[in-house]
């Protein structure tokens, strides 16, 4: 009798996948590995451009991608696309809901529209996607909801409102996972910690640099993560193995969430080898990756580990 491993070729071969904000940054990382897996893969956000590339690059990897333009903080805008993607695939298996952010602010500078605005992208936002995918199509057929928060665990200095965003997504997707369950629905959050990506983009460059710098020490893997760490922990959730794994959170950290305090520092070495995704390192920063973040994964790709896996 011949076992096999559930990761195998194909694993989602006809099924059709919904990644928000998968044009850039982890999103896009998820698109590449859910597609590589036989995935039809769609891609939303509201930047026609960056969706476009990805979809091309999937494209020429030999997968099916497709773009939807959907702004997730406008609800006629969401439903417009999942009844597009339902009529055009005829499905709708898997969700990633990804699309997200916040700005950097001391608590006490955060406006009340500023807070809101936050909890809208993030909770409602999420909110809003769940709903429509259950009501037009998982409701009848199941499906399968990954929903990316945060580290928010022990609160979020300079990010109150997401913390408390990401918070609600948490719990949300834990009362889906007991409520939803009679359709068919299995839904989990993953929580990345701080992640190489895109996203870096969007501070100034002396925060870049306070991150690119010591802060990653305070990490007991020592080092930031990988957009590939997150999409690989996403795809797991997604897949038949993960099958009985409902309401989950599962923490993309290298452990920073069980202390925001500094860690034991650590040695030139990084004790925890990185995993990359791509397959051509020269490809890692190339695309959207502020050249200090892209500077810190060659150097992660290159790095002697002191790790034996
Ligand atoms: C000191 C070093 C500390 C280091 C700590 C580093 C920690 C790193 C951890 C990283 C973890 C998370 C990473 C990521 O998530 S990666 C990023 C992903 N992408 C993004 O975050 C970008 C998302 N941002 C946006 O899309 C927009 O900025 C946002 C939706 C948040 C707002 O856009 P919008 O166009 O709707 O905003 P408005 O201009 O209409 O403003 C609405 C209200 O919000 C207030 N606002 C907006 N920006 C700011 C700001 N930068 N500072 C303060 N307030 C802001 C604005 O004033 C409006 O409020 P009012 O209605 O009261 O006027
Ligand atoms: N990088 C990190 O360290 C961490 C990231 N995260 C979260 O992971 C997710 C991905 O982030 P990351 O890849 O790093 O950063 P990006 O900024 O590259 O990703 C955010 C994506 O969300 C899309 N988006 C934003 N607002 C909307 C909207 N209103 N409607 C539709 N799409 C929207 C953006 O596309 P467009 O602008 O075209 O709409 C973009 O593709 C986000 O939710 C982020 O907050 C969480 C923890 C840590």
């Not at 559930?6 to 998820?30: E, H, M, P, S, Y």
């Not at 898997?94 to 500078?109: K, R, Y």
């Not at 650590?266 to 500077?295: M, N, Q, T, V």
Request: glycine share 12%.
């Amino acid at each position: 009798m011949a076992y096999q491993s559930v990761f195998r070729t194909g694993l989602f071969k006809g099924q059709v996948a919904l990644v928000t904000g998968g044009g850039t940054g982890i999103g896009r990382c998820v698109a590449h590995e859910l597609a590589s897996l036989g995935a039809t893969v769609v891609v939303a956000a509201r930047r026609r451009e960056p969706l476009e590339q990805t979809c091309r690059e999937i494209t020429e990897n030999g997968g099916q991608a497709h773009v939807e333009l959907v702004n997730i903080r406008d609800e006629e805008s969401v439903d417009t696309l999942i009844r597009n993607v339902v009529a055009k695939f005829g499905r709708l298996h898997l969700l990633v809901n990804n699309a997200g952010g916040q700005f950097l602010s001391p608590a006490e500078n955060i406006s009340v529209g500023g807070f809101r605005t936050v909890l809208e992208l993030n909770a409602v936002g999420t909110w809003t996607v769940c709903r429509a995918a259950m009501l037009h199509w998982m409701k009848e057929h199941g499906g399968i909801i990954v929903n990316i928060v945060a580290d928010y665990f022990n609160g979020f200095p300079l990010m109150a409102h997401t913390g408390a965003a990401r918070a609600a997504v948490d719990n949300m997707t834990k009362t889906l996972c007991q409520e939803w369950g009679k359709f068919g629905i299995r839904i989990n959050s993953v929580a990345p910690g701080t992640i190489i990506s895109s996203g870096m983009q969007n501070y100034p460059p002396p925060v870049q640099q306070m991150i690119t710098g010591g802060f990653h020490t305070e990490n007991p893997s020592g080092r930031l993560g990988t957009e590939a760490e997150v999409s690989s922990a996403v795809v797991w959730l997604l897949s038949p193995g993960a099958a009985y794994v409902n309401g989950a959170c599962l923490r993309v950290d290298g452990g920073s969430s069980l202390s925001k305090a500094a860690m034991i520092p650590h040695p030139d070495d990084i004790p925890i080898k990185a995993f990359l995704g791509y397959s051509d390192a020269s490809c890692l920063g190339e695309r959207d990756i502020p050249p200090a973040f892209g500077e810190l994964l060659a150097q992660y790709a290159a790095k002697k580990t002191t790790s034996k896996l």
